[in-house]
């Protein structure tokens, strides 16, 4: 059954960017940009190939995540090299932006499964664990924005062109949005947890005023009938 799994792995993976991709790039399709749906199609696809070929394998999980992830990395870099500095059909004619994006999408997908699917695979994971390692995840999109926002500022000061610091600073918000998402998470848990104490303190109270009240009633029924 292990040999199966692991010859599953790369047919596996493969078959699962098909579909990733596909909605990846419809899921962008809302903002109207052609450059964005390929970036969409390229950070999913990868994301599914990184995290399917892990969740296939028998075990090894993580290395296997990580072969996976650099072999998506090393094929990114040698596009971005083959379209920038070559004449390679299907890389040189690129648009300018989608030479940089789509890359960088793809490094980005391949770092989310990298760092998403040990935690997700083992049972034994708390919310405090997957919350660490998404933290992690964010730091080190930060720093690859960072990395990529001051390659793109020399650029631009060399070629007047901006795309480079555009996207590092798009990676810059995502890395941004990763990071303080444990922490909303945690407002959000925190409110609502205040909103049912206080729907539970007002069920007590109810309950204490309808018990005073039932405590209450008998004497002034006794007195009434006194009275007649």
Do not use: C
């Amino acid at each position: 059954m292990k040999v199966f799994r692991w010859l599953m792995v790369v047919p596996g993976a493969l078959l699962a960017m098909m579909p990733g991709s596909l909605a990846g790039g419809i899921a962008l399709k809302i903002f109207g940009s052609q450059s964005l749906m390929d970036a969409g199609s390229a950070f999913f696809g990868s994301f599914a190939l990184a995290f399917t070929a892990g969740l296939i394998a028998p075990s090894r999980r993580g290395k296997t995540t990580l072969v996976f992830a650099s072999i998506i990395a090393f094929l990114a870099l040698l596009a971005f090299i083959l379209s920038v500095g070559s004449n390679v059909e299907g890389f040189a004619d690129r648009r300018t932006l989608d030479k940089i994006l789509i890359p960088v999408a793809q490094i980005l997908g391949a770092l989310y499964a990298l760092f998403l699917l040990p935690p997700i695979v083992i049972p034994s994971t708390t919310l405090e664990q997957l919350w660490r390692e998404i933290i992690s995840l964010g730091i080190t999109v930060v720093l690859f924005g960072i990395l990529i926002s001051l390659v793109g500022l020399l650029l631009g000061l060399l070629a007047r062109t901006w795309v480079g610091l555009t996207t590092g600073l798009g990676v810059l918000a995502l890395g941004a949005a990763t990071w303080l998402f444990p922490f909303i998470h945690l407002f959000l848990r925190f409110r609502r947890f205040q909103a049912n104490m206080g729907e539970l303190l007002r069920e007590k109270n109810d309950l204490a005023q309808d018990a005073n009240f039932a405590a209450e009633e008998p004497p002034n029924k006794t007195m009434r009938g006194d009275a007649q």
